[in-house]
T-cell receptor, first 112, second 110 residues
Framework: DTGVSQDPRHKITKRGQNVTFRCDPI?????LYWYRQTLGQGPEFLTY????????KSRLLSDRFSAERPKGSFSTLEIQRTEQGDSAMYLC??????????FGPGTRLTVT | DAKTTQPPSMDCAEGRAANLPCNHS???????VYWYRQIHSQGPQYIIH???NNETNEMASLIITEDRKSSTLILPHATLRDTAVYYC???????????FGSGTQLTVLP
């Protein structure tokens, strides 16, 4: 059973650089979610895809953030002109229905 | 979605039952109660969910009060590997996403 995978697991970047993260959901899951989690807090919702359509975006998703899911399979999350406040764990989850989300291990971003 | 209140931390002795409370006094009729947990440096993991009736699976039991204003997650025989942050989430059927609070840090002591 292959779960949700995320790449890379860790990323260190300098302020102002662009970064891109990848998420591969469980293969039959048509729904995909991105969350962000900072130290000591619960995950915060960023955006949601059903197949290739991005159906919901949080106000946390500023214009420096963009997410895609071009063929309804894997997804990418890009952050442009990174800031130190972007340092966080970025979590991807997938589901077949709205009940049970399966989360990946996350990508830990550190902006120096 | 209704707001939930959980204690920030709890301890439990290994082998004993861990009872994690959650208050959701503003829950509405079509909202489910979900529990997830997050072991350090991992993504959250689904445990169990329910609407009105008590539920049990291989991981835990969920007890929901008759008025649905609170619930308790029970880990019947806690092990050291159950040390994690436990999140209680209330979610309506039309909601597209889960809204996490701060959860309860459960520490299972040897």
């Amino acid at each position: 059973d292959t779960g949700v995978s995320q790449d890379p697991r860790h990323k260190i970047t300098k302020r102002g650089q662009n970064v891109t993260f990848r998420c591969d959901p469980i293969s039959e899951h048509n729904r995909l979610y991105w969350y962000r989690q900072t130290l000591g807090q619960g995950p915060e919702f960023l955006t949601y895809f059903q197949n290739e359509a991005q159906l919901e975006k949080s106000r946390l998703l500023s214009d420096r953030f963009s997410a895609e899911r071009p063929k309804g399979s894997f997804s990418t999350l890009e952050i442009q002109r990174t800031e130190q406040g972007d340092s966080a764990m970025y979590l991807c989850a997938s589901s077949t229905n709205m009940n049970i989300l399966h989360f990946g291990p996350g990508t830990r971003l550190t902006v120096t | 979605d209704a707001k939930t209140t959980q204690p920030p931390s709890m301890d439990c002795a290994e082998g004993r039952a861990a009872n994690l409370p959650c208050n959701h006094s503003t829950i509405s009729g079509n909202e489910y109660v979900y529990w997830y947990r997050q072991i350090h440096s991992q993504g959250p993991q689904y445990i169990i969910h329910g609407l009105k009736n008590n539920e049990t699976n291989e991981m835990a039991s969920l007890i929901i009060t008759e008025d649905r204003k609170s619930s308790t997650l029970i880990l019947p025989h806690a092990t050291l590997r159950d040390t994690a942050v436990y999140y209680c989430i209330v979610r309506g059927t039309s909601a597209r996403q889960l809204t996490f609070g701060s959860g309860t840090q459960l520490t299972v002591l040897p």
